[in-house]
């Protein structure tokens, strides 16, 4: 099975929708990220169950 979702893309947790993630990679069905207003704080782990793709103002 594929990820679904790329490294790069924009997505937040459903835990957290108002916090927006960058995916860094993805490993063993694991999703490492970013946060994208803060760079330099540690990374946060995500299962793809937990996170939803970012849609911007104009999508949603």
Known sequence: MENKFNEGEIV???VNPG???II???VDKIYYCKIQDEPGRKELVYF???I???LSDTKR
């Open 52 to 54: 939803l793709p970012f």
């Open 24 to 26: 860094r990679r993805y």
């Open 12 to 14: 937040y947790a459903k």
């Open 19 to 21: 916090l927006k993630l």
């Open 48 to 50: 793809e169950r937990e």
